[in-house]
């Protein structure tokens, strides 16, 4: 655990449903507890971190635990802020940014939105932050799913390419060199044991290799189910034919959540085969809605496994 | 049930939030349509393989593939590839070849078609209405992309339409940087920040791809408008796809808000994994007698517990859905002991979508 919370920056990606705020948020707080001032950067308007803290996180680095804080990236604001620190003038960039050129030509420019995101997040794990913020030792990244997500890693690189020379390649250069740096970035990708998911991990973890030669520093399957009954208690279980119709249904349970535990823990083992980087696993959790003192027991699950 | 949502459609959109089983739920639908003997073609534009996963294919291409599924109609599926439909749409509407390939070598242009989001959903819609005008298919059904805003999508045709309509293609449609600098005072000044803040060399890319593609607006506008058209025509159904879980919902029932106010036409819910209710009462004594191991009896009951709670929370967050969905239906599919991915599954799930 140690040499990844080293890092500056951690990005949570993986598919869409898989818990990335879950294990961004389980990270953050783990990040936290040791002493470190950490931030958690939500982007595309996901407002989820706000809801599993109980906190409202509309403005600006909300302290959501001690040491923990949240950043919503709205890529409007994100442009702003780098044309001042571009032009090193507030008059500029009211002149540029309020003229209609500069909205049609960014509106349609593809890819800018992605890129001044990635700027404010590579911007938030800075020591000297240019847009004069606060200093954090860690920023954790909760990612958009699996394609857009790798869209948003692409677009520095692209844009270093594409602009070449000047100010915009610079800065595009600079921050694809920090995340390809794995003393400076690190990459979590979150999971289910499941079928489709282990099959996305897996090929997202070829993707990234292959675009951008980067590897993902730990899966992390979420939600796996207990393996709480052996072979010879469902045997039993399953030869039960007597009993009150709540009785069946209670037998029924069992024995479908064994199933379920059992093909889980088979994706798991195949995930453990096909992948490169190292698997660790969260226990499911057994409420419908995450409270505050369910993410702290991920969390220390988390540290006590990566 | 689905089937009376899909009577006399040719075109169904699946839509929804990551990870409710929606790519899964699109190929179900279209077994369970090709095996009452229609010809259906499934389209994703999902680069996961989920699709090709669940149908039990090796792989899947732009091409169609016909699915082994022994139907009475038949079953086919693809997986869009939205870079090659965008130069395919760019060479349609090309005046000559010179801009076509002005296009098609523009970095700005390959970053667009490749990349960005909002473009592959616009291409998806594309296909969807070529497919739809070859008519070769009873049926299409879309697989949408998983976007975190699920909207994205209905609004891509209106966006590039905006774009392709916008000042910044007719600023630069004069060749080169020409065409800034006649703008006068104002724009003078904008354009020197500009270069300032951005360098020359992107300026001159934007510049030649904006120049290139003005000539191709009228094309682009009428096609974005045949797609709307598309969409909200009566022969279109969207289903809406969804778990219990409450963001899910939230993001379901506000999603069939949009789509009403779009005027869209909306068939109805599918709500899977679904646990089921289970009856009242306390097994405990029954079980510790019936089993006579008192260890494994509070086992059994501890994973009742924990099911029957999940289980309540689950009616209530659809109860809500319901609520929100006045009239239009819903359909349940039950958690199921194994998730599906394959023709097995599609076919168990089958029942609660046809049933």
Redesign the interface.
Known sequence: MAPLLDKRLILVTGKGGAGKTTVAAALGLAAARRGKRVVLCEVAEQKRLGALFAVDTEHAETELAPGLFAVSVDPEQAKQEWLRYQLKSRTLAGVLGGSRLFQYLTAAAPGLSELVTMGKVWDLAQLERRTGGSVFDLAIVDAPATGHGLAMLRAPSTFAAVARVGPVGRQAEKIDRSLRDPAHTGVLTAALPEEMPVNETVEFERALRRELGMAIDAIVVNALHPERFKRPDVERLEGLSAGSTVTRAAVGAAISEHRRARGEHAQVRRLRRAAGAPVVTLPRIFEPELDRDDLERLSAELERRL | MIGDWLERKEVCICAG????GK??TSAAIALGMAARGRKVAVLTI?????LA??LGLPELGNEERLVKANVEGELWAMMLDPKRTFDEIVDWHAPDERTRDAVLSN??YQ??SN???G??EYMAMEKLHELHQEGRYDLLVLDT?????ALDFIDAPKKLAA?ID????Q?FAAPGLAG?KV?GR??G???S??T???????LE??STF?ASFAGMTEGFRERAERVNALLADSRSAFVLVT?PR???VEEAGWFHHRLLDAGLPFAGVVANRVRRA??????SG??TA??G?DA?AR??????E??R??AA?DRRNLADLRKRLGRKPMIEVPHL???V?DIQGLRRMDEYLFG
């Open positions: 939030s990551g990870g409710v790519t899964t999902d680069p996961a393989k989920r996963n669940s970095r700005i970053e667009l990349a960005v989001a473009s592959q992309p998983p976007t975190r805003n774009f916008s000042r910044a293609l600023l800034l703008l104002g724009s000044m904008v354009f920040v500009l300032r803040a951005t360098g020359i060399d992107l890319d934007l904006f778990s409450a963001d899910a289970a009856p009242r009462g306390d097994p029954e079980l019936l089993l191991d494994l086992r059994v009951m501890r994973t009742f924990e099911e709670r999940l929370q002991d194994d998730d991915h």
